[in-house]
């Protein structure tokens, strides 16, 4: 009797692991989802081996969709989705360390096309519906800009601009790209960064360079057509020696210079920048605080609108609201946070992991 | 006292005064020790201890693929909390805190012992979950022994060791090699179902091990030598574009003891020499190196039924990293003291011990424990441990620039740890073993990488309560010919963030990551004249991936095989083994998104030549 309680207690170990598991349901669901009218939040997923996902946030039903490339597709987006971009009807996700762009229909979000050969791209701006242009860091030494073929996915040109190039903006002709120090943001490099690179559009090519402050990370116009520019100034861990403030830099577009520097009094690697509805309000981040300032301002604000620091920024100009996005432990689902103009709290909501940069689709 | 050497058919008989004893006699009491079979490590000498660990099915191990980044999570705890002890030293990285399993090669211990429970009175720093126990034991009496191994397994596998060793009355002496080259371009299925090749994953490895000792008459001499270097390619994750990184290892660990004994007291004088180096590559070599030396002097005094022992020890370290804003060399000292009782009328013994740290003159928190061990009935035994633990924050956690902190305070809390075995009846031909334990530590202060502002800081925030259950049943049968052992064990962790970092608020009573709730094996062993075979079923259950636990893995479970042959003709044996694992050829990752290997296959074949019979 005892052996038999003895020789069962063995296989009651061998049960207990069946009774206690869970098994965990895998289904891609075809939804009939549209997703054409609505906001698009571009999540990098955790830094180590994980995979960046794209959020949807419907503005009329209030409702906010996770991870809706996974849910479409059946595949993870890659390592890395540094941020998403729409045109010509389809939505382009830079998945920075997989190296490729995942090419989706904007409707459905069904995958495309695979847009390669890339080397750490940041961000995506369609020119033409056969040609894009793509941002990378390349190896770290040198950014490129890479003009691709829209159709098949292939590289057309590349073209060196700088260290870290990365936000694009365009201006008539002219597509003007940061160069943001790409890897180490430390040192100063006149030559390579610390400059926006002026792509003519025309010919593909590096048309000029724009001093602007140290390492220029955001590029937003105001209604005026003018171009205003986030420097994260230099911050060196190694020698503070070596450290410079940023500055909110004016670039007038047509005579392609920098005509109004606005000097801060710190430097650090994160700054954002947006701009309201009518082009007139720019909101910036900085010092773990968000700002406002008219574009026809003589001198920097002294007061914040919300004393609160975000990991990316954005300005939705269907909803007329500031977008921050908060990205908790960086291991996590991070939140957006809506706020008014004015600096009120609105609401906020979930999104994936890490939260960085949104696409608001107009209406 | 017995002892399972690497041969599981040959117990031998060893001195009173054990040498390198892994579990330190009276002063130990009320630990619950988990010893790994002789077999086991046998059947896992082609690999490394990571996977002898992973494979036993007794605890998670963390690891990054085959070959790969591994590290142990004991108890609910993380991998800084897990002490790995070489023969009495730890040798974990002062700058990591932690030790990549997958580079110690199983073939180089032939006692493994998983130590339930944290023990910073003996072990100091990091012994919060509880430790592995690594150990070279002399076998005297062994004479001439000669040893060549040879293991070929899937996608390109070779593993060579030789071993050559002397054992008399009073002289063991022994020398093993091995290297190890794997293509490890293994099977596994990628998003779509496709059985795919893994990429820039190969590996190549070799080592040297020498185990000395000398008994004269009033003392022992031990000294060994462990040397490695290991060259790794690493592979990228399923989501990542491709991998040309690579990374180098080595290390040289030597060890030296003597002791000396008379009448009753007993005086051990030990020290330890570590040096480790890693270049990794990437855009170009990123090198870093550290450097431990460790020194101890113990006083024992073992009477009738009550002993004691007074240890002071000092660990100086030195570490060359580029980004760390200083070189540190760092100094600690610490002394033990414990007091070991036997109660031989009511059979309880038990065991006081406290252990006080200084680093860089600075004291760490006091660590006392209590220990108790009761036999009860007939064959039952409860063991019952109470200490406090703390874990130092690492070299990378104060130095590194930016975000270290050199201010940041040890971690630190109580466990306990209780268990109860029963061993069924001696004589008879069938033996059944049962164990229940539970266990609960509580560790604050621990330290977390935050986001600020502009970069990562090490702070001193987090509170995590594990605890949980195990069960173990063996059974065990003998006949002349013929011998079956059956094992289960299962048990359960609960591993949650009893306080967070602000704004983190979603983790909050949540399982910590990476710690699966349930884990459970099943395994089964014979042997029958000259043949052996077995199988194992190891499950291991759903683990969280993200802190917020809305991300998590699935439960995997896999089953491995083996048979082997042996064929005795006179002073030589020759055998033949072969091998199975993940037989059901599940896909499964550990880590997420890193791929793990479907079925392989593995043959080893193993001449000995004994002088003694």
């Known amino acids: 009797m005892r052996k038999m309680v003895r020789l069962s207690a063995a296989f009651i170990c061998v049960l207990l692991l069946f009774s206690s598991c869970k098994k965990k349901d895998d289904e891609v669901i075809t939804n009939v989802i549209d997703f054409s009218e609505g906001v698009l939040i571009s999540n990098e997923g955790p830094f180590s081996a994980g995979t960046g996902t794209i959020s949807f946030y419907n503005r009329s039903t209030n409702e906010v969709m996770q991870d809706i490339f996974q849910l479409q597709n059946g595949f993870p987006a890659g390592n890395i989705v540094q941020s998403v971009e729409v045109y010509d009807g389809k939505a382009f996700v830079v998945v920075n360390n997989a190296e490729k762009i995942q090419v989706v229909n904007l409707q459905d979000f ?16 369609g020119i033409t519906p056969q040609k894009g242009y793509v941002t990378q860091w390349g190896d770290g030494s040198q950014g490129q800009l890479k003009v ?9 040109k590349t073209i060196d601009i700088g260290k870290g190039s990365d936000r694009m903006i365009r201006s008539g002709r002219f597509v003007f790209a940061c160069n943001a120090g790409g890897f180490d943001p430390f040192t100063f490099d006149p030559v390579n960064d610390s400059a926006i690179a002026v792509i003519d559009t025309y010919g593909d090519s590096l048309y000029r360079r724009i001093q602007v402050g140290y390492n220029p990370g955001g590029i937003v116009e105001d209604m005026f057509g ?3 520019v986030i420097c994260y100034g230099i911050t060196d861990y190694n020698n503070p020696g070596n450290d410079r403030n940023g500055a909110l830099v004016r670039v007038d577009p047509s005579l392609l210079i920098a005509d109004y520097i606005f000097q801060f009094n710190t430097h650090e690697p994160g700054m954002r920048i947006a701009i309201n509805e009518t082009k ?18 003589q001198s920097l604000p002294s007061n914040n609108i919300i004393a609160r620091d975000f990991y990316g920024l954005g300005f939705d100009p269907v909803s007329q609201l500031i977008y921050g996005t908060n990205a908790t432990d960086f291991n996590s689902s991070g939140y957006v946070v809506r706020y008014e103009k004015t600096g009120a709290l609105v609401d906020s909501f979930p999104a994936g992991i890490i939260p960085g940069n949104f696409y608001f689709i107009p209406e | 006292m017995h002892v399972h050497a690497q041969q599981a058919d040959t117990t031998l008989l060893l001195k009173e005064v054990q040498v390198t004893d892994l579990r330190m006699g009276p002063f130990t009491k009320g630990i619950a020790f988990d010893t790994l079979s002789g077999l086991q490590i046998d059947l896992n000498s082609g690999s490394s201890v990571a996977d002898l660990l992973a494979t036993s099915g007794k605890l998670f191990v963390k690891s990054y693929g085959p070959g790969s980044l591994s590290t142990v999570s004991l108890n609910g705890s993380n991998a800084y909390q897990t002490s790995i002890i070489w023969n009495g030293f730890k040798i974990e ?5 932690q030790t990549d399993l997958a580079l110690l090669p199983a073939c180089f211990a032939n006692q493994v012992i998983i130590q339930h429970g944290g023990r910073s009175d003996l072990w100091g720093s990091g012994s919060v979950g509880g430790s592995i126990l690594l150990g070279n034991l002399p076998v005297f009496n062994s004479g001439f022994k000669t040893m060549v191994r040879s293991t070929v397994s899937s996608f390109e596998d070779q593993f060579y060791s030789s071993r050559f060793s002397y054992g008399s009355k009073k002289i063991f002496s022994s020398l093993s090699l091995f290297s190890r080259y794997s293509k490890n371009d293994f099977l596994y299925h990628d998003f779509f179902g496709n059985a795919v090749h893994q990429e820039n994953s190969s590996f190549k490895e070799k080592g040297l091990l020498s185990e000395n000792c000398v008994l004269t008459g009033k003392s022992t001499l031990l000294f060994n030598a462990w040397l490695q270097k290991s060259d790794r390619r690493i592979p990228p994750s399923m989501t990542e574009a491709g991998s040309q990184t690579s990374q180098q290892d080595g290390a040289q660990r030597l060890m030296a003891a003597w002791k000396y004994s008379s009448g009753s007291w007993q005086t051990e004088l030990r020290s330890g020499f570590f040096n480790e180096q890693l270049i990794f590559m990437l855009a170009g070599p990123d090198s870093s190196s550290f450097s431990t030396f460790i020194n101890e002097a113990r006083v024992k005094l073992v009477k009738s039924s009550s002993s004691f022992l007074v240890a002071i020890q000092d660990f100086y370290s030195t570490a060359e990293e580029s980004f760390y804003s200083k070189s540190p060399g760092e100094n600690t000292i610490a002394v033990f003291g414990s007091y070991a009782q036997q109660l031989k009328k009511i059979k309880l013994d038990f065991s006081l011990n406290v252990r006080q740290e200084w680093r860089e003159g600075t004291a760490t928190p006091l660590t006392p424990s209590l220990g108790i061990e009761k036999k ?3 064959n039952f035994i409860a063991r019952l441990t109470v200490s406090r633990n703390f874990r130092n924050p690492t070299m990378n956690d104060r130095y590194w620039n930016p975000g270290g902190n050199p201010f940041l305070k040890p971690e630190s809390g109580w466990g306990t740890y209780a268990a109860v075995e029963h061993t069924g009846p001696a004589n008879s031909k069938i033996r059944f073993g049962t164990t229940i334990a539970a266990f609960d530590n509580r560790i604050s202060n621990q330290i977390l990488w935050t986001p600020g502002a502009e970069y990562w800081s090490a702070v001193n925030i987090l509170s995590v309560h594990s605890r949980g259950v195990r069960i173990s049943e063996t059974v065990d049968l003998k006949t002349s010919t013929l011998s079956v052992s059956v094992n289960g064990t299962y048990s359960y962790m609960k591993a949650t963030n009893a306080k967070t970092a602000t704004g983190q608020s979603d983790a909050l009573n949540k399982q910590v990551i990476y710690t699966p709730e349930h884990m459970g094996a099943a395994s089964l062993h014979m042997e029958y004249q000259n043949w052996k075979a077995g199988c194992s079923y190891v499950l291991t259950g759903e683990r969280y991936t993200t802190s917020d636990n809305l991300g998590s893995l699935p439960y995997h479970a896999l089953g491995d095989a083996f048979a082997g042959y042996k064929l005795k003709i006179r002073k030589l044996e020759f055998e033949l083994e072969g091998s199975v694992k993940n037989i059901f050829n599940k896909n499964y990752q ?3 998104y890193r791929p793990m290997p479907l079925r392989t296959y593995s043959l080893s074949a193993k001449i000995q030549f004994q002088s003694k019979q």
């Open chain 2, 590 to 592: 550990v880590v997420q």
């Open chain 2, 93 to 97: 990285s002062p700058m990591l805190g």
């Open chain 1, 110 to 125: 069904m995958y495309r096309q695979t847009i390669g050969s890339l080397s750490q791209p940041r961000y995506f701006m």
């Open chain 1, 226 to 228: 003018k171009l205003w």
């Open chain 1, 148 to 156: 691709v073929d829209l159709l098949n996915g292939n590289t057309i």
């Open chain 2, 376 to 378: 009860f009935l007939k």
């Open chain 1, 280 to 297: 007139y309000t720019i909101f910036y981040k900085v010092s773990g605080a968000v700002f406002s300032m008219n574009a026809t301002s």
